[in-house]
């Protein structure tokens, strides 16, 4: 079974700065899909950023972006000028090519500091 | 639009009771997807639907769980004899015919075995 793990329980960031979450998972695909959803307090998952194994290009989100380095299979997100909104629950997540399940991380409480 | 929606929002029972957890996927999303949340864990799959049928059940734990969606809408899961180890966060998800495997989640049902 694939696993995907994060390494950083917590996190925290000073408004307006920049955080980098990590993310590494093992697989023996060559094609999948990763995502980093967002879960606030309200308990409802949301996507935030997703990127496709066979496209080189890191996916960008406004704010949000990824550094995905295949061969080394890591997969972080970084969050740019923080705000007090974006503090939540992360969670990474891998899906495989014909897969229909997610295997998620065990997730990062983000802090953002006033 | 509206999103998926779950109910009950939270649930308490006692050991040994039966129960049901309702999902209403977005209209038009064939695919609908069960996780199950325990506390500072990650979701963990359960069951895939597309359609009206269960095309994965690989993830339920045990006979005592079963879930439905007989109209290829709505779905349920359903728990018979719940033990205290059940209680945790039940979040469905669904996916349009042509999503990108993207997920859209509802807020969960918080379930606590007494």
């Known amino acids: 079974a694939q696993t995907v793990t994060q390494s950083q329980p917590e996190m925290s960031v000073q408004e307006a700065e920049t955080v980098t979450l990590s993310c590494t998972y093992d697989?023996?695909?060559?094609?999948?899909?990763l995502f980093w959803y967002k879960q606030p307090p309200s308990r409802q998952m949301i996507l935030v950023i997703r990127?496709?194994?066979?496209?080189?290009q890191n996916a960008t989100e406004n704010r949000f972006s990824v550094n995905f380095q295949k061969a080394a299979k890591s997969f972080s997100l970084k969050i740019s000028d923080s705000q007090l909104g974006d503090a939540a629950m992360y969670f990474c997540?891998?899906?495989?090519?014909?897969?229909?399940?997610?295997?998620f991380g065990t997730g990062t409480s983000l802090t953002v500091i006033p | 639009g509206a999103g998926v929606s779950q109910t009950p929002s939270n649930k308490v029972t006692e050991k040994g009771k039966y129960v049901e957890l309702r999902c209403d996927p977005i209209?038009?999303?064939?695919?609908l997807y069960w996780y199950r949340q325990s506390l500072g864990q990650g979701p963990e799959f359960l069951i895939y639907?597309?359609?009206?049928?269960?095309?994965?059940d690989s993830g339920l734990p045990n006979d005592r769980f079963f879930a439905v969606r007989p109209e290829g809408s709505v779905s349920t899961l359903k728990i018979q004899r719940t033990e205290r180890g059940d209680s945790a966060v039940y979040l469905c998800?669904?996916?349009?015919?042509?999503?990108?495997?993207?997920?859209?989640f509802g807020p969960g049902t918080r379930l606590t075995v007494l």
């Open positions: 998800a669904s996916s349009p015919p042509t999503s990108g495997r993207v997920k859209f």
């Open positions: 697989t023996s695909e060559s094609d999948y899909y």
């Open positions: 990127q496709e194994a066979y496209k080189q």
């Open positions: 997540a891998y899906r495989g090519p014909n897969g229909n399940q997610f295997y």
């Open positions: 209209s038009g999303h064939t695919a």
């Open positions: 639907f597309q359609g009206t049928g269960a095309a994965d």
